[in-house]
């Protein structure tokens, strides 16, 4: 009896899918990452703006010749939504990025000792400085960027954390493409590193979020009125994520 469902599934597995296509459109070729979903319930395709990838989902009973045809379709619509994607901007010489809101110039310092630091240059301009060969700028202001989130994040959570009387287990912090903090069961809040990208009162407000489902785990009205009295400010923070959120994926990636 498994010899002969064995015999079956292997008549009727389905062909390995590749994990990608190609979409041409006005002389140019577009790779789309391929994806099948249980869940899916017709093809869709999506820009993913931290990667610059774009995804095509395709439902269980759906077919690849299928999919190809759906991505070729919008081959148009693929092409103006990754030309409306602000432009990959590295960690690099000259380039100004955002800390903690306000703008700041990579500069490097090749004769300096340590890695990466904030200063002020001047006139009062704000520098990230950065030491070492070019080669290495754009990893070494990365991570800088991830020690002082983590660090900011930390305070954050804790100091909501203690309003509550609730205890964290643990803060990670990661290039979340999908959302800019989350909270599990276990008591482990997650955040993105580029909040520290925002204006300070964007941080807090994630920090409060993540840190009040640790009292709802949901998005019920009892977790927005514990959220809004821990966080007044947070109908603001929200605001400013929609606005400009988007835009700080593209911070030190490749062009």
């Known amino acids: 009896m498994s010899s002969a469902m064995s015999l079956r599934a292997l008549l009727y597995r389905r062909p390995a899918e590749p994990q990608s296509i190609e979409v041409a459109f006005d002389q140019a070729v577009y790779p789309v990452r391929v994806r099948r979903h249980r869940q899916a319930r017709r093809y869709t395709l999506r820009i993913d703006s931290a990667s610059r990838e774009v995804v095509l989902t395709i439902p269980p009973r759906g077919s690849l010749r299928e999919a190809r045809a759906f991505a070729q379709k919008h081959g148009a619509w693929i092409a103006a939504r990754l030309t409306r994607l602000p432009q990959a901007t590295p960690f690099a010489h000259g380039v100004v990025v955002p800390f903690r809101g306000e703008p700041h110039r990579v500069e490097h310092r090749p004769g300096a000792r340590g890695t990466v630091w904030a200063a002020q240059g001047e006139g009062g301009e704000r520098l990230i400085c950065v030491a070492g060969e070019a080669p290495h700028h754009n990893r070494r202001v990365g991570d800088f960027l991830k020690r002082e989130a983590r660090r900011d994040l930390d305070a954050a959570s804790r100091r909501y954390a203690s309003e509550l009387g609730v205890a964290i287990k643990r803060i990670a912090v990661r290039d979340q493409s999908s959302r800019w903090g989350s909270c599990s069961n276990t008591g482990v809040l997650s955040f993105s590193w580029r ?4 204006p300070p009162y964007v941080l807090d407000y994630l920090a409060a979020h993540e840190v009040a489902h640790l009292v709802e785990l949901n998005h019920s009205p ?8 821990i966080n007044p400010d947070c109908a603001r923070a929200k605001a400013w994520l929609d606005a400009h959120g988007g835009d700080l994926h593209r911070y030190g990636a490749a062009g």
Do not use: D, E, G, V
């Not at 909040?195 to 925002?198: N, Q």
């Not at 009892?222 to 009295?229: A, G, S, T, Y």
């Open 195 to 198: 909040l520290i990208l925002a």
């Open 222 to 229: 009892k977790f927005w009125r514990l959220l809004m009295r």
